[in-house]
Each structure stands twice: as structure tokens, then as C-alpha cells.
């Protein structure tokens, strides 16, 4: 299954360039890198990054984090993905841009 994570351009760069990362900083300050599933990531982008053009969503196999993958409780009760080491870039399945089209995010299928 894969599980999903947005970067801000910046942070893209910083992994691409690396082929690692710890994640944004809300990761840093939390201790672990916020992925969210398919069901969750459109609100995850209404959230966190509304308005925010130069994203990019990267799908992660999750079954390259067992075992620092852990599902734990966020928004509303709902269990979230939290990966408890670096992100690397042979956890990527694919990435792709998520442009903002009338004010939304334009998610490619997921």
C-alpha cells in the first residue's frame, strides 16, 4: 500500500539533492516524519497547506518503514502513519507535483 507525504519546495529540493530526510519542520519538532493515507491526504493539504503552490506528494511504500512505522491517533481519533527514522529516497514509489488549480490542490490518482 502506499502512504503519502507532501513537501513544500524547498524541503523537495533538500531530499532530492540528499536522497534523505528527517521531513519539515513540524517532523523535526514531533520526532517523526507525518505520512497520511489516500483517504487522508486531500484534508492533510486543506490543512496544512492551504494555498501553498510548489508542493510535491510523494507515494511511499510502507513496506520498506516496517518497523519504524508506526499507525498512532491524530485528527479526530483517526490512526495516521508516523515513520520514526528519515524518509529515504528508495522508500519512493513516485512523485509528483500538486499544483494548485482555483485555490485546491489537483491530486494526481492516488
Avoid: C, N
Avoid at 514531533?30 to 493539504?45: F, I, K, P, W
Avoid at 519504524?68 to 490512526?79: F, I, N, T
Avoid at 528519515?86 to 499544483?99: G, I, K, M, N, Y
Amino acid at each position: 500500500m502506499a502512504i503519502y507525504k507532501i513537501f513544500r519546495g524547498p524541503e523537495w529540493d533538500a531530499f532530492a539533492a540528499a536522497g534523505h530526510s528527517q521531513g519539515a519542520p513540524i517532523d523535526l519538532r514531533d520526532g517523526y516524519v507525518h505520512l497520511s493515507t489516500a483517504a487522508q491526504v486531500e484534508e492533510t493539504a486543506a490543512r496544512h497547506f492551504a494555498g501553498e503552490d510548489g508542493l510535491m506528494l510523494l507515494a511511499v511504500d510502507e513496506t520498506r518503514l516496517v518497523p519504524e512505522l508506526r499507525w498512532e491517533p491524530s485528527r479526530g481519533g483517526a490512526l495516521f502513519p508516523h515513520l520514526y527514522r528519515e524518509l529515504r529516497a528508495e522508500d519512493v514509489l513516485w512523485s509528483a507535483p500538486l499544483p494548485l488549480d482555483g485555490g485546491q490542490h489537483r491530486f494526481p490518482p492516488v
